[in-house]
């Protein structure tokens, strides 16, 4: 049975999602604090985003 790059593709991200699941796992770290975490790297973003203009469009980015 030959296999479609969809089931590959959807295979190897399902083994990278286990594999970070089981580390944040191993860390005991709360569903609560990844949360702030995401919506701390969201405002950062949108900050950036909100910022960036024709000319300082590309260096706002860079600034990571």
């Given at each position: 049975?030959?296999t479609t790059?969809t089931s ?5 991200c ?5 594999k ?8 005991r770290?709360?569903p ?8 701390v ?11 960036a203009?024709?000319?300082?469009g590309c260096s706002?980015?860079?600034?990571w």
């Amino acid at each position: 049975m030959a296999t479609t790059w969809t089931s590959a593709f959807g295979r190897a991200c399902g083994w990278l999602l286990d594999k970070i699941v089981h580390g944040l796992a191993l860390t005991r770290i709360s569903p609560n604090v990844l949360t702030f975490i995401g919506l701390v790297i969201n405002i950062v973003a949108a900050f950036l985003f909100g910022h960036a203009n024709a000319t300082n469009g590309c260096s706002s980015m860079r600034a990571w």
